[in-house]
């Protein structure tokens, strides 16, 4: 904090010099005359400890002066160390698992209650005091009047468990959409060579729709907040389930688009633009992902989206998948061209990650045929100039839809986990 501080003190003495200098002279150009404008209304920066938050609250007498002190406290931070200390040097758990002991210095000992702890967390605290008796494995502890949080290395955790055996250049790859989930299984011989091992969508389209029903509700309306957290639980059963079919398959590396939409611009429907930046849990189930990947050795790849759909759709068609499915697999195509080229580095670097080669003897036929369905007698230079080609002529939609490819005899469909999880888990097998 006084870190900061200075910095902007610093920084309000530069402005203040500048604000004089330009005030002392006298004929300004236009710009100046605008920066002079901003200086003039410049102000000290002042320290708040505890927040201006809670500094209004308090002024408004909105909480207690004892509240105020009690939450201007910070949190006690005690950064993990493997050896020669047990995880951490001042807290430790117990053997009992049952509590963690803070240990300030050699006279003061204080011995903290975990209430409330399920199943799934007295796994992990007796995974962590195993390791925290081997003394391998460092251990951060943050401790406020309500809360303790512990953290550690997943991978580090699990990896004498789950560290299993992959198989060379298998990618699972998903095309991420706030009603579909479309992902594959491909083993990669080459970047023209490819098998396609199993596919599938899992569908938010009943969920999103539900939502939609009572667009315009208030925040704290009960079916409204129970819909957010149904769409919530189920994104990290979702991510659950891939990372399941991930270990079955024994898949090595897992790709997803690198998808950002802070500073892009939407589709003008506002309904879409909603469903996208608010109604989309991306991040959590991005971030439960990288997660499950993390502590099964699975390496996580984020590759450029652009074109995706297109090359996908026009390349891949003939293996009769849903768009979703197609767009997965030029991923995953991307994935491998991008590990092998820089990362392994075994192969050349060429810009064949984006832009597909159409000129391939694989891909040329492949890209022929197609061209073949859409009746498109045009010749191009490159997959790009082909997409600019199928923008332009609203006649040509190139998207293999779902419905048209729902009622194929090869697929299981069927509801997500159980009937009121409200989704859909679709799945292609191969022949």
Avoid at 49 to 68: A, H, Y
Avoid at 236 to 242: R, Y
Avoid at 341 to 352: E, G, H, I, S
């Amino acid at each position: 904090m006084n870190e900061s501080f200075s910095l902007k003190r610093e920084e309000y003495a530069k402005k203040l010099l500048r604000k004089n200098e330009l005030e002392q002279k006298k004929n300004l150009f236009k710009d100046e005359k605008k920066e002079l404008r901003k200086l003039q209304q410049l102000k000290e920066p002042k320290v708040i400890f505890g927040g201006r938050n809670l500094f209004v609250k308090r002024c408004k007498e909105q909480i207690s002066t004892e509240e105020f002190m009690q939450k201007r406290l910070n949190s006690i931070y005690s950064i993990g160390t493997a050896r020669p200390y047990k995880g951490n040097q001042k807290f430790r758990i117990s053997e009992d698992l049952q509590h963690v002991v803070f240990q300030p210095d050699r006279k003061h000992h204080f011995e903290l209650q975990l209430i409330g702890v399920s199943k799934g967390y007295k796994d992990i605290l007796r995974r962590l005091y195993a390791r925290q008796e081997l003394k391998d494995l460092p251990i951060t502890y943050k401790l406020n009047s309500e809360f303790i949080y512990i953290s550690f290395e997943e991978d580090k955790l699990y990896k004498d468990e789950f560290n299993f055996k992959k198989k060379k250049d298998r990618y699972c790859a998903l095309d991420l959409n706030p009603n579909y989930i479309g992902w594959s299984v491909v083993d990669w011989t080459s970047s023209n060579t490819w098998r396609l091992v199993e596919s599938g969508v899992y569908s938010f389209k009943q969920l999103n729709d539900e939502f939609n029903s009572i667009k315009g509700t208030s925040s704290s309306d009960e079916k409204k907040i129970y819909l957010n957290n149904k769409k919530r639980h189920e994104v990290i059963e979702v991510a659950k389930n891939l990372i399941e079919k991930c270990c079955y398959y024994k898949v090595e590396n897992f790709v997803i688009e690198d998808l950002n939409f802070k500073n892009s611009k939407l589709n003008t429907d506002k309904d879409y633009n909603r469903l996208c930046r608010n109604q989309w849990i991306r991040n959590s189930f991005i971030n439960n992902l990288k997660k499950r990947c993390s502590i099964f050795s699975i390496n996580f790849m984020e590759v450029l989206p652009q074109y995706s759909s297109f090359v996908g759709n026009i390349m891949f068609r003939s293996l009769d998948k849903p768009d979703m499915v197609l767009s997965s697999i030029e991923l995953s195509r991307r994935g491998y061209e991008f590990k092998h080229q820089y990362v392994l580095k075994d192969k050349p670097q060429t810009k064949n990650i984006v832009k597909i080669d159409i000129n391939d003897d694989v891909f040329k036929e492949l890209f022929r045929k197609s061209m073949e369905e859409f009746s498109v007698e045009v010749s191009f230079k490159d997959v790009i100039d082909a997409y600019w080609h199928f923008k332009r002529d609203s006649k040509l939609s190139y998207r293999v839809s779902l419905d048209s490819i729902i009622n194929n005899i090869n697929r299981d469909f069927r509801d997500f986990l159980s009937r009121h999880s409200r989704m859909q888990n679709i799945q292609f097998y191969t022949n």
